[in-house]
């Protein structure tokens, strides 16, 4: 299976879905559906460590790369989760070079990073644990703030990112704007195609949190890393639309989550 880092490398768009319940049984699913990556969110999502330990394991039953989102920019955590078997990180407001180059670090082993040597769980399952992490573990921070945008080229040439995530909600609200996708609006629109063209210039993917109806457009902004699908806003729309048809009203889907 090919790791996101060698489908971008290869040009690829990836596709992803989103874990905010802890559930293997869900975790399972969303594994096998045929995602390139399924995101486990310990920063809203209901999950703790255990959780994230066990939903990394049920994801490897699938061909989907387990990648986490931790609760902040610490260290400890990012190794903990790497050594829990996550093949990449997505870490949150980061919005420095100097934040940006903390991530690198907690990410990567001497001599690049400072991350601990200890994969507990990860090291079961490749024979070269430290070869395979160095050229395959997906270093991704998230960009949600003016303040991140102000800084867009200083953090976007920090060596040893992969790509960057926007969380369209913290950005939007960091903008003004109510949390959400505000497509339209020419302040959240101008934000995107700034971060797109900046993770163009510093050849970095730019990936954000969408939705399945949001995929079209979102490729054609120039975005190669999209969410587009999370747990629990398919499972409350599912029974959502089921209740309205047994009532005879019209189901109303979802646009999806806003992370």
Not at 27 to 52: K, L, M, P, W
Not at 114 to 141: E, I
Not at 150 to 175: C, K
Not at 197 to 211: D, E, L, N, T, Y
Request: proline share 5%; glycine share 12%.
């Amino acid at each position: 299976m090919q790791s996101l880092r060698e489908k971008w490398a290869g040009g690829a768009t990836t596709f992803g879905g989103w874990l905010s319940i802890p559930s293997i049984v869900t975790a399972e699913t969303a594994g096998r559906v045929g995602f390139d990556y399924v995101c486990v969110d310990s920063q809203h999502g209901a999950i703790d460590y255990a959780n994230v330990l066990a939903l990394v394991q049920a994801l490897s039953l699938g061909e989907s790369s387990a990648v986490v989102r931790v609760p902040w920019n610490e260290p400890g955590i990012i190794g903990k989760v790497l050594d829990a078997g996550a093949e990449g990180v997505i870490v949150p407001m980061v919005n420095s070079r100097a934040e940006a180059e903390a991530v690198v670090r907690a990410c990567r082993y001497a001599p690049v990073g400072s991350r601990s040597f200890g994969p507990t769980v990860a090291g079961m399952r490749r024979k070269s644990y430290v070869s395979w992490a160095v050229d395959n573990v997906a270093v991704v921070p998230m960009i949600e703030t003016v303040e991140a945008l102000g800084n867009l080229d200083e953090i976007l040439t920090t060596p040893g990112l992969d790509a960057i995530y926007v969380g369209p909600a913290d950005l939007s609200l960091s903008l003004g704007l109510p949390p959400g996708n505000n497509d339209g609006a020419a302040a959240f629109d101008d934000a995107l195609a700034a971060i797109v063209a900046a993770c163009g210039r510093a050849g970095v993917v730019p990936g954000i949190h969408a939705s399945g109806p949001l995929a079209e457009r979102r490729m054609e902004q120039g975005f190669r890393m999209i969410t587009v699908g999370t747990d629990l806003v398919a499972l409350r729309a599912a029974l959502a639309d089921d209740l309205a048809t047994a009532k005879g009203a019209t189901p109303k889907g979802s646009d999806g989550a806003i992370y």
